[in-house]
């Protein structure tokens, strides 16, 4: 399956339990305040003249009493989260998991790392060379809530999975398919503050369109700013009853994986307001996309055209799932993040993919606004490995948006053939007067406008450092 297809599916997944699942658990104080007041007004008016005192005299003090009550209802909503686990995406990348010798699936660690090549051409591996990861799984729309077993021993929770693929190897009829993946899980934890360091047991059953059964035990690191990274050990038996014939799987495997906008709450955090749970990222968003005019021969948006005709937008920059984890240095200023895909198309020849890069930033908040100026520099292993340097100006224009200014230089390797179908090779001319790069490398300057979606900005009184929030 193309693994565009497959990230198509998971986001769509996700956004559905996004829909259905319950974030947040509201509770509702209603109660009256009485207020009772008394007022006691006591005057004395002396009349005119001489009095005989040897009459008893009329006195002219007066006394007043006033008695008030006031009564008002009183309503106050308390919002906590409802959740033990909430993700958007996770991939794993599998060690050992091929049935009878079938090849690999070539797509690396956390299971995102594919051939480019194969990615937007469909051009076939090389698979006479030898891959560690030999398959991979995905998950998208993962969702948990507390599970009250054992006299409400701690740890338990039961969760459900839209949509997970388990691929043990290149072989497609070994694919295992869930939809509504049921899991239970029981976490221990050995470190009680962000990050969390649990061991997790976990058995997922699945019944359609794939009826399989996966056991597993795993090693995680996280959430922060909804970072996850885990080591898992599991057993995964089943079938496809959709396909025929059906044909019965079952195989070991280890594997590693990452997670994205994947956040975790302990059982305490479930009795903790919103308002005072901790932040440990300067920024968390779903979605960011930039249009730039560039340094390139010729635009993505129309690789055809050549001289006065090629469009001043020629490319764009786009990010999905990232975040901005603050470090303790510089005021916490400093930050590293990563992101789960990452785009730069700043030409037609000049463009690079990057799956979980790293990158290294400083967040300043100029004349004490909610402006953000980010100096940053990113790095890209694959599946295209480039490096990219810029200045970025977020403007927030509401809690979850903000308008994007971006300056930037990009250079790096593409690490495939062609850029687009149907246009020739590199080096290669297409017409007599301009001639195209002879090589996937590229170099390019850009300067852009765009926006970011479901995005979340965070001040410096955001973070959870040094709050001393009530339940640390």
């Known amino acids: 399956m193309n693994i565009l297809r497959i990230m198509s599916i998971a986001i769509t997944a996700s956004l559905f339990v996004a829909g259905c699942g319950s974030y947040t658990r509201t509770e509702r104080d209603i109660y009256t305040i009485t207020n009772t007041d008394t007022v006691i007004t006591e005057r004395a008016q002396n009349q005119p003249g001489d009095r005989d005192n040897g009459i008893i005299y009329p006195s002219t003090r007066s006394i007043t009493m006033a008695r008030s009550v006031h009564q008002r209802d009183i309503i106050v909503d308390r919002h906590y989260p409802a959740f033990i686990r909430m993700g958007l995406f996770e991939g794993i990348g599998l060690i050992g998991s091929p049935i009878n010798g079938a090849k690999s699936t070539y797509t690396g660690l956390f299971g995102m790392f594919y051939d480019l090549d194969?990615?937007?051409?469909?051009?076939?591996?090389?698979?006479?060379?030898?891959?560690?990861?030999?398959?991979c799984i995905y998950r998208a729309g993962i969702a948990e809530w507390k599970l009250n077993w054992f006299d409400n021993d701690p740890g338990w929770s039961w969760g459900v999975t839209t949509a997970e693929f388990i691929r043990p190897d290149a072989d497609n009829s070994h694919a295992l398919i869930g939809a509504g993946v049921l899991t239970i899980n029981k976490r221990f934890y050995f470190r009680s503050l962000i990050p969390y360091l649990t061991i997790r047991p976990s058995l997922s059953l699945s019944a359609l369109p794939s009826q399989y059964i996966n056991a597993s035990v795993s090693a995680e690191v996280g959430s922060i700013g909804g970072v996850n990274v885990r080591a898992y050990l599991g057993y995964a038996f089943g079938a496809n009853v959709i396909r025929s014939p059906v044909q019965f799987v079952s195989f070991p495997y280890f594997g590693i994986g990452a997670s994205v906008l994947d956040f975790l709450n302990r059982e305490e955090e479930l009795d903790v307001e919103w308002k005072y749970h901790e932040h440990s990222?300067?920024?968390?968003?779903?979605?960011?996309?930039?249009?730039v005019g560039s340094s390139a021969e010729l635009s993505v948006f129309a690789p055809e055209k050549v001289g006065s005709k090629i469009p001043v937008m020629k490319g764009g920059t786009a990010r999905v799932g990232f975040a901005s984890i603050a470090l303790p240095v510089l005021d916490n200023r400093l930050s590293l993040g990563t992101s789960l895909i990452n785009i730069v198309a700043l030409g037609a020849y000049e463009y690079g993919l990057g799956v979980f890069p790293l990158r290294l930033a400083y967040h300043w908040n100029p004349f004490r606004t909610t402006l953000v100026v980010e100096p940053f520099i990113e790095y890209n292993f694959a599946p295209s490995s480039f490096a990219h340097l810029g200045v970025r100006c977020a403007i927030p224009v509401g809690n979850q948006m903000s308008v994007q200014l971006v300056a930037g230089w990009a250079n790096g390797s593409t690490g495939a053939g062609i850029a687009i179908p149907g246009l020739p090779e590199l080096g290669t001319r297409i017409d007599n007067n301009t001639a195209l790069n002879t090589s996937p490398n590229f170099s390019t300057f850009y300067v852009g406008i765009g926006a970011s979606f479901l995005d979340r900005l965070f001040g410096r009184g955001d973070l959870r450092y040094g709050k001393g929030y009530p339940h640390e």
Not at 118 to 135: E, V, Y
């Open 118 to 135: 194969q990615l937007l051409f469909n051009r076939k591996q090389d698979t006479s060379q030898s891959s560690l990861f030999s398959g």
């Open 281 to 291: 990222a300067w920024e968390i968003g779903f979605l960011e996309f930039v249009l």
